[in-house]
């Protein structure tokens, strides 16, 4: 098996250049489903969620592949509503999308329960809720998904229980290209939602977001679009946090300023010394404070950020605490950072971390960003470490290894035995 091994205790200098968004690839790709015609998407992000949601198309029929070094094309005029490649469905959280396109364009859909990180429950009550209100049925058993809608999906308005970016995704898909003006209250509001939004519209459909809700006008044929998705916003202060640990100065180019607006203001307080000029923001990093934060979906404080933080308040003055309110389980990190000798310990869903002095240790990593945080820790640790499970980590950040090591961490990708 391959592990990322890394030598701590360098200083970062130099440009690092942030990958189209995962979570905004991955729907976009999907949504591809209710367009009959050629898609043309840019910005994707080389990463292996990308890669087998492109096999999951293809083994319907579709047309998908890279056909750049970034930009994919897609044509699923001629799917079927059969899905070949069950095991990789299993293998990501973003195969759920698939009900929403698949029950809009064929009224039917059957799939193996979507995967995913694996931090606790990842209910789907919200997305079923949802279809049900649409006039679907809804099955699930023995860990297969079956949903049925005998006339074309429609809904008044549909209020979400509880803010959910996949909830949120899949109404949009399913509602898409349905008859009549349909409301969804309570949406997520996350960049990835707005960027398939966009992408939608540009193919033709009318729907407009205000405030928490979206409103879906129907009746639309879609047809098919050239879209570029926005650059990665979790992947931009993943890589803030690398510079906090390290230390130096780094270039970090090509984000969306908005969208970093809140965690900006915090890393500022702890000390970081950001300038930002247009989509590039240059990071020295000297010693930073501690802070405490609490999860809560987009503006506030993402959760795909919490387990990096963590690393970072180890190497803060005074620590801090980080509260998870979105995902009250995602704590397997906690015992990888122990193992380096972290002072960090779990009280239900907070995290109570004061400055550790951290030493390279054999890790491994639980999930995807659980593995960045091993990364942050490792670079800042003495000695030497070795992440196993880099699977977990390539499929959400585009070339890793060599991005780090191009700003001087002492990182290589080792094929296992
Ligand atoms: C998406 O997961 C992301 N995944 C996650 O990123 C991210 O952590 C999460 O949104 C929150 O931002 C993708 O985009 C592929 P949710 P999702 O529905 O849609 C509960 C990463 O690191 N809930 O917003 O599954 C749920 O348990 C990944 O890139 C229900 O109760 O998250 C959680 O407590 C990890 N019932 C809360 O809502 C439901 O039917 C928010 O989850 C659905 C969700």
């Not at 729907?207 to 098919?224: E, F, M, P, Q, W």
């Not at 100065?249 to 965690?263: K, S």
């Not at 070339?399 to 990182?411: E, F, P, R, T």
């Amino acid at each position: 098996m391959e592990k990322i091994v890394i030598d701590g205790g360098s200083r970062l200098n130099g440009s690092v250049g942030i990958s189209g968004m995962k979570n905004s690839a991955l729907p976009i790709i999907f949504a591809s489903i209710l367009v009959e015609d050629d898609c043309v998407i840019d910005n994707v992000p080389r990463v292996s969620d990308v890669f087998n949601a492109l096999e999951i198309l293809r083994s319907m029929g579709a047309k998908a592949e890279f056909c750049d070094l970034h930009t994919v094309c897609i044509n699923t005029k001629n799917i079927g509503s059969q899905l070949g490649a069950k095991d990789l469905v299993c293998k990501m959280r973003a195969s759920s999308y698939l009900m929403g396109a698949l029950l809009s364009r064929f009224g039917k859909v059957e799939i193996p329960m979507p995967g995913g990180c694996n931090f606790g429950a990842r209910p789907l009550d919200l997305h079923f809720k949802g279809f049900e209100k649409m006039g679907a049925v809804c099955e699930e058993n023995q860990g297969f998904i079956r949903i049925v809608s005998k006339k074309k999906l429609n809904c008044n308005k549909i209020t979400l229980d509880k803010i959910s970016v996949g909830a949120t995704i899949n109404m949009v898909l399913a509602l898409a290209g349905s008859k009549g003006t349909s409301v969804i209250e309570n949406c997520a509001m996350e960049p990835h939602v707005d960027d398939l939004i966009c992408f939608l519209n540009n193919c033709g459909a009318d729907i407009k977001r205000i405030g928490t809700s979206v409103i879906c006008k129907g009746d639309n044929r879609l047809k098919g679009t050239r879209y570029r998705i926005y650059p990665d916003m979790i992947e931009a202060l993943t890589y803030l946090t690398f510079a906090g640990i390290c230390k130096g100065q780094v270039h970090i180019n090509g984000v969306v300023l908005q969208h970093l607006e809140n965690e900006i203001r915090i890393f500022k307080k702890m000390g970081f010394d950001i300038c930002a000029d247009n989509d590039n923001l240059k990071i020295i990093a000297k010693d930073i404070s501690g802070t405490s934060v609490v999860t809560a979906p987009y503006p506030g404080f993402p959760t795909d950020l919490h387990p990096q933080f963590a690393a970072l308040l180890c190497f803060s003055n005074g620590g801090g605490t980080i509260k998870d309110i979105v995902f009250p389980t995602r704590f397997a990190y906690v015992n990888e950072l122990l193992k380096m000798g972290a002072k960090i310990k779990q009280k239900e869903n907070t995290v109570i971390i004061e400055r550790s002095e951290l030493f390279g240790a054999g890790l491994d990593a639980t999930d995807l960003r659980a593995g960045a945080a091993l990364i942050a820790a490792a670079l800042g640790a003495q000695g030497k470490s070795e992440i196993n499970n880099v699977n977990y980590i390539v499929r959400g950040y585009e070339s890793i290894v060599d991005k780090i090591a191009a700003i001087g961490g002492k990182i290589k990708l080792v094929k296992g035995e």
